[in-house]
């Protein structure tokens, strides 16, 4: 197996890899990243409405970093870290600085600042775009940056597993895609920035290459996931190919109808009707559908007809475009079909706000992979892909810190190495059997009937009894292709493999939590409890058990309250 | 909403190192929402796991799914099943990977080149040293912000070069997509590295053929060929020119003589005295297996107004 040696390996292309990659490029240290795809085709560039941000001088003049924090934990139904919140807050401006002076094309007021707008969850307007592509904006800028310093980009190589010895990280295994030759990458330092795991459920606003990879891969090498039962649903993604209709649609007066053609809303939320928070309106979506009164094929309907077609144009382009290229509906003249579906991830590697895992030494983990905690239950609109710029760079500068007094280890370990291949073959080495696509929608459909937007301990059961049989399948995985180049179905069998493991973890941490919390709602119990599960799960996999423990939430400033808007 | 599913035939022409090329199908019931993506999905985790491509956003945004359906180059996620049939009136649908890069398994191809030539015009902003650390402040104008906007929207799917004449021709010549992204940078206020800019981009511009394709092809409105117009347009800045910068300069006086001879722009006309007829003739080959020679009609027409046609010849 060849081998090579950096600093620091970087594994993710998006906004929170490319940036922890920068600041560790920028202090001399020999870097790599590796990337599945092509750094701009990561999930980041998906990203529409904008990024959250507090800029002295060019916000509200009665706003302030502390109603920045204070959102963002009553936000996360107070399950965010204080302390990683105002980190995050404080952070904002100078980030936005940063990206625009590498070229991001933020949208201008006349006097040719950065322009700004309201966003929901917000006490002031904080949010910065660039038009509806905000991510894809970020993202270029920021990868046409890096790409003129001193990294070495390992694009559409896919990494495997981590290598450690006892409690130290040495390395990881990673395949190019192209040759299918696996390289044993030494390392004293990995910084995880692997994106969001949307297709683990049948429906997600996620690309189709977010498949949980770092969350897997960190679970295998023995470190924990915090707050993995965390799981947030939009409300309103396009059917059937679940591209995300902004909330703005229903900010400017769309209305959701059901198959008689009856403003559901009015049962489920009298007052916010169709402006209720995204979990409130998405369960009501589910429990139409559920009723019989949703649409063949299982959506209901977001009326705009009644704005009239200019307003419709002008005010709502993005929706409109997305609706005619992607579902042929002209919104002018017809309800755009919509569902709720997976959005986003606030659990993640356990880390703190450096960036740092403390289970193994020499794991960092940055953007969606991981859980600082700053969405805590449910996190905020335009605050990720500030998480992803404010804590890639905090982990970056972390890594340089911890490389000053680090060294490698001496150790051989290329049988480990050899090992992970293996492993990895050997999970698809049957000459017959099932193919990942068989076990790949069933794991899909379980998700999202069991550990979805509505719970109960029955439903989660059948759920994790139903993955745990599904993990057992898969060991016989059968790869029917034998090609030596790009051989996308052996990639996509690992995929499950992380996805499978995944899936156990979340399934266990959200049959322990017995409350109500943001973005997990249990119908056996409604409520938040903050006497007893004011605190953050811990989760481990030893090969087939999950062991749970917990960590306290850090309060700073602000004392749970209940959480009415 | 109805909701009629409809079976449809996709042929995907296949590649491996081992096979070598060949046709295979199969047949998806798809109804009016059904994305060519999601086709592919189907296939690979219903049918076919070990057919290889390209897909991540499924929202045109990445840039990953760029192949030929029925022959045209697009992006499979902004592409629907039965868009496709209805424009062909045929239920059977081909895909293909994309034209001029090297295949490597079924619609996957090496776009190891179309990096290349993105990063040779220094896809970057090179701003105030001051700025950079954080000392001074940029600001933008919103037009400003709103021209450059179009030009940056570029996602890397590298659909138009696949499909331009000249960068098959000319290996000279940076193609449609970096010479988008270098005018970007090149008529960004912010940029401290004009002159440099100028020379990596001036004598590549004149290259291009204008044959549109590029212009027809992005599925973002880049509209490549518009950054080339107005690239050429800086030639009068750079101090050395080369010979094709000369030939340039030829070609907007051949420009000019013709509208003033007849208020028209006769393309072929312009074009036959600025290159010479072997150059000329070896260009409408390929414009002709393109099915681009309808343009060159298309602009013959009467010059109605002087103003605009100043404006795309950079005056
Ligand atoms: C439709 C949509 C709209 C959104 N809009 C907004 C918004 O307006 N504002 C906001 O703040 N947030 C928004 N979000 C959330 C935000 O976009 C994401 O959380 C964020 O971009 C994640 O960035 P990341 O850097 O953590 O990961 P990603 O950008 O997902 O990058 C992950 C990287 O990891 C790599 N990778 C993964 N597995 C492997 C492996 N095994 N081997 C090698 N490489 C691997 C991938 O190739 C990729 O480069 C939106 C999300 C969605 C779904
Ligand atoms: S107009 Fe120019 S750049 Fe565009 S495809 Fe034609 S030759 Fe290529
Ligand atoms: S200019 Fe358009 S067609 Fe060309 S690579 Fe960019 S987005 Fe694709
Ligand atoms: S899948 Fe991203 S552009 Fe088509």
Redo the contacts with the bound molecule.
């Keep these: 197996m060849d081998k090579t040696s950096y600093d620091a390996i970087v594994?993710?292309?998006?906004?929170?890899?490319?940036?922890a990659a920068h600041e560790i490029a920028v202090s001399g240290y020999k870097v790599a990243?590796?990337?599945?795809?092509?750094?701009t085709?990561?999930?980041?560039?998906?990203?529409?409405?904008?990024?959250?941000a507090y800029i002295q001088g060019n916000s509200d003049p009665n706003d302030d970093p502390q109603y920045m924090t204070y959102d963002t934990v009553k936000g996360g139904d107070y399950l965010v870290d204080q302390d990683a919140a105002e980190l995050l807050s404080m952070k904002s401006g100078e980030i936005v600085r940063i990206m625009e002076s590498w070229g991001t094309l933020f949208n201008r007021q006349p006097d040719g600042r950065v322009a700004v707008r309201y966003?929901g969850g917000q006490t002031y307007p904080r949010?910065r775009?660039v038009g509806d592509k905000?991510?894809m904006a970020l993202?270029h800028a920021l990868f046409q940056r890096v790409s003129g310093l001193n990294i070495d980009f390992?694009?559409e190589?896919?990494?495997?597993d981590l290598i450690r010895n006892d409690k130290k990280i040495v390395g990881l295994v990673?395949m190019e895609m192209k040759s299918m030759e696996p390289t044993f990458f030494k390392t004293k330092a990995v910084v995880m920035?692997?994106?969001?795991m949307?297709m683990l459920y049948a429906h997600?606003?996620?690309?189709y290459?977010?498949?949980?990879?770092?969350y897997?891969?960190a679970l295998r090498a023995g470190a924990a996931l915090k707050d993995p039962e965390f799981v947030q649903f939009?409300p309103t993604?396009l059917y059937p190919s679940d591209?995300?209709i902004?909330e703005a649609a229903r900010g400017e007066g769309a209305i959701l109808k059901n198959n008689k053609g009856e403003r559901f809303m009015t049962k489920y939320a009298p007052k916010k009707l169709d402006l209720a928070p995204r979990d409130i309106v998405s369960r009501s979506i589910i429990t139409e559908v559920k009723e019989g009164r949703g649409f063949p094929g299982g959506y209901v309907g977001l009326d705009l007809t009644h704005l009239g077609e200019e307003y419709i144009k002008e005010r709502l382009a993005l929706a409109y475009e997305a609706a005619l290229n992607f579902a042929g509906v002209d919104a002018t003249k017809e309800p755009i079909p919509v569902r709720p579906a997976q959005?986003?991830?606030m659990g993640g590697i356990d880390v703190d706000i450096t960036g740092t895992n403390y289970d193994l030494i020499g794991l960092f983990a940055?953007?969606?992979?991981?859980c600082v905690s700053v969405h805590g239950a449910n996190?905020l609109?335009?605050?990720?892909?500030?998480?992803?710029l404010v804590f890639?760079r905090e982990t970056g500068k972390t890594v340089v810190k911890f490389l000053s007094s680090a060294n490698e280890s001496s150790e051989s370990l290329d049988k480990e190495a050899e090992k992970i291949v293996d492993e990895a073959y050997s999970f698809t080495k049957s000459e017959s059997g099932v193919h990942f696509g068989v076990v790949l929608n069933k794991l899909r459909e379980t998700m999202w009937e069991n550990i979805g937007i509505f719970r109960d301990e029955n439903g989660m059961k059948t759920g994790l009894s139903e993955i745990i049989k599904l993990r057992e399948m898969a060991k016989n995985m059968y790869v029917t292709d034998k090609s030596k180049t790009y051989n996308t179905e052996f990639?996509n069998a690992?995929?499950l493999r992380?996805m499978l493991d995944l899936a156990l973890v979340i399934a266990n941490a959200a049959i322990n939590r017995t409350e109500s919390r943001g973005a997990h709602y249990r119908t056996d119990y409604p409520e938040r409890d903050d006497k007893n599960w004011l605190k953050h799960t811990i989760a481990y996999l030893r090969g087939n058990t999950v062991e749970i423990g917990y960590k306290p939430v850090k309060i700073t400033k602000w004392q749970p309250e209940a959480r009415v808007y | 909403m109805s909701e009629k599913e409809q079976e449809i035939v996709v042929k995907i022409k296949r590649f491996s190192q081992d096979k070598g090329n060949y046709w295979q199908e199969y047949k998806v019931n798809v109804d009016r929402f059904t994305q060519m993506t999601e086709v592919l999905r189907r296939i690979k985790t219903e049918q076919d796991p070990s057919l290889s491509y390209r897909a991540?956003?499924h929202?045109a945004v990445c840039g990953s799914c760029g192949m030929k359906i029925n022959g045209e180059p697009r992006l499979a996620c902004k592409t629907l099943a039965l868009d496709i049939v209805k424009k062909y009136n045929s239920n059977v649908i081909t895909l293909e990977p994309m034209d001029y890069f090297q295949p490597i398994k079924d619609l996957v191809v090496d776009l190891d080149d179309f990096y290349d030539r993105m990063f040779k015009v220094k896809p970057r902003l090179y701003p105030d040293k001051e700025v950079l650390e954080g000392k001074a402040e940029q600001r933008l104008k919103p037009e400003d912000q709103r021209e450059l906007w179009k030009f940056e929207q570029c996602i890397w799917c590298g659909l138009c070069v696949s499909g331009c004449p000249s960068v098959r021709n000319d290996p000279e010549f940076l193609g449609p997509a970096a010479h988008a992204k270098g005018y970007r940078f090149l008529a960004d206020p912010r940029d401290t590295i004009y002159e440099e800019r100028l020379k990596i981009l001036i004598d590549s511009s004149w290259r291009c053929t204008y044959c549109y394709q590029c212009f027809n092809v992005c599925p973002r409105d880049v509209e490549p060929v518009t950054t080339i117009k107005k690239t050429r347009a800086h030639t009068r800045f750079l101090k050395d020119r080369s010979a094709v910068a000369e030939i340039g300069e030829k070609h907007i006086e051949a420009i000019e003589e013709s509208i003033k001879d007849s208020g028209m722009i006769k393309e072929a006309e312009v074009y036959l005295k600025t290159y010479g007829v072997i150059a000329s003739l070896t260009d409408l080959i390929y414009a002709f297996q393109n099915g681009k020679l309808k343009y060159a009609f298309v602009k013959e027409m009467k010059v109605k107004n002087m103003d605009q046609i100043r404006k795309i010849m950079g005056d």
């Design positions: 594994v993710g292309g998006g906004l929170a890899g490319l940036m990243v590796i990337s599945k795809v092509f750094p085709r990561s999930h980041s560039s998906s990203a529409e409405g904008g990024i959250a966003f949010t775009f905000t991510g993202l390992y694009n190589w896919f990494a495997l990673a920035a692997t994106g969001g949307g997600s606003t996620n690309a290459i977010n498949t949980g990879d770092g897997g891969m939009h993604a591209i995300l902004s959005h986003y991830y940055a953007g969606e992979a991981a996190r609109g335009s605050n990720s892909l500030l998480e992803t890639g990639f690992l995929e992380n | 991540s956003c929202m």
